[in-house]
């Protein structure tokens, strides 16, 4: 099973950009699915952008469409998570998931590897 490490998350003001990471550790990686969640206080986890195993794949939340790209570097074993243009509404807790089918699947209970989050405050 694959193991996730997120970074980078910050207090930045609106219209800020930031750059989530996610580093996998673990067999397999190359072979997982990879999507970045959210969970704001009171709110339910919410797929925000995924990608496949060859990147072939990628999707984004209808929220953050046009503002945020994914990418991930197989040799290295990372998942990046560009966020531009932020808005006080993308405060949350950034989560980073494996999902070892492979090819992208948007139903949170088909991830089973999962980071411990990190904290992304947009407020001025």
């Known amino acids: 099973q694959v193991q996730m490490v997120e970074s980078g998350g910050r207090l930045v003001q609106p219209g800020d950009s930031l750059t989530l990471s996610c580093a996998a550790s673990?067999?397999?990686?190359?072979?997982?699915?990879v999507a970045w969640f959210r969970q704001a206080p009171g709110k339910d986890r919410v797929l925000v952008a995924g990608?496949?195993?060859?990147?072939?794949?990628?999707h984004y939340a209808d929220s953050v469409k046009g503002r945020f790209t994914i990418s991930r570097d197989n040799d290295k074993k990372t998942v990046t998570l560009q966020m531009n243009s932020l808005k006080p509404e993308d405060t949350a807790v950034y989560y980073c998931?494996?999902?070892?089918?492979?090819?992208?699947?948007?139903?949170?209970?088909?991830?089973?590897?999962w980071g411990q989050g990190t904290q992304v405050t947009v407020s001025s």
């Open positions: 998931a494996g999902d070892p089918y492979g090819d992208l699947r948007l139903e949170i209970a088909n991830y089973d590897s």
């Open positions: 990608i496949s195993w060859s990147s072939a794949m990628i």
């Open positions: 673990g067999r397999g990686f190359s072979s997982y699915a």
